[in-house]
């Protein structure tokens, strides 16, 4: 018979509060060790999920987008900084909330989780819907770090230049010389939209000396990637 939840979190705590510090094994001779932060973490996440989007992994991409929201949504309650899904939520009626949540994450839970339907296939997953997500993940980066990579910009423009009916009027211009670079986004082809977007970064890679010199420093110091 299977356990419940709660009494299986609860045999974690105790064993948890039982088990004695790990002593850490001593480090191989030559063995690579790394520094990681918080936000280098959700950084790699991110810029991850952003060119895991654009070569067409579109389920890696999602999962590593909830995995930095998660996280991130942490971070932003202890700066008390509102999320991206939060304002979302505003807009919502309060009934439709919760079921709101649940369709959010109803796959990424499918992608972690296998213990209560492991025979389900999904058979309406929608690759562009993880643009929701992904979007939410570079708002909230740039909400409580105050800075973007040019991969996370990048999408954004994609994003929008996409969708260019979800922006209010007064941010339109905000964005509007992000989108003109990316022209190519709103093309009826979804995946079409994505190879221009990766060709696009590409060519930011490969010129990219070129890119900073016609950057401000003003903007430049909004970005980690560009110093």
């Not at 389920?59 to 991206?84: C, G, H, N, P, Y």
């Not at 570079?138 to 770090?145: K, M, Q, R, T």
């Amino acid at each position: 018979m299977r356990r419940s939840r709660s009494r299986t979190s609860l045999c974690r705590k105790r064993l948890l509060a039982d088990e004695k510090p790990i002593e850490r094994l001593p480090p191989k001779e030559g063995e690579l060790y790394w520094q990681v932060d918080r936000q280098g973490m959700l950084r790699a996440e991110i810029d991850g999920a952003v060119d895991a989007f654009f070569e067409g992994n579109n389920i890696a991409a999602r999962v590593l987008a909830w995995a930095a929201l998660d996280v991130l949504r942490s971070l932003a309650e202890r700066q008390k900084v509102e999320t991206f899904h939060a304002r979302l939520e505003d807009c919502i009626l309060e009934e439709y909330v919760l079921s709101w949540r649940r369709l959010l994450r109803s796959d990424y839970t499918y992608f972690k989780h296998a213990d209560r339907d492991p025979d389900r296939v999904i058979d309406d997953y929608r690759p562009e819907a993880t643009a929701y997500n992904l979007v939410g993940a570079v708002a909230d980066y740039g909400s409580v770090f105050k800075k973007q990579t040019l991969r996370m910009a990048t999408f954004q423009a994609w994003f929008f230049g996409r969708f260019p009916n979800l922006l209010k009027p007064e941010w339109l211009p905000s964005f509007s010389a992000a989108i003109e670079a990316l022209p190519s986004s709103n093309h009826a082809d979804f995946h079409r939209s994505l190879e221009c977007a990766r060709d696009k970064l590409r060519e930011f890679a490969s010129k990219r000396e070129a890119v900073i010199s016609q950057l401000s420093p003003e903007i430049r110091s909004k970005f980690e990637d560009l110093a």
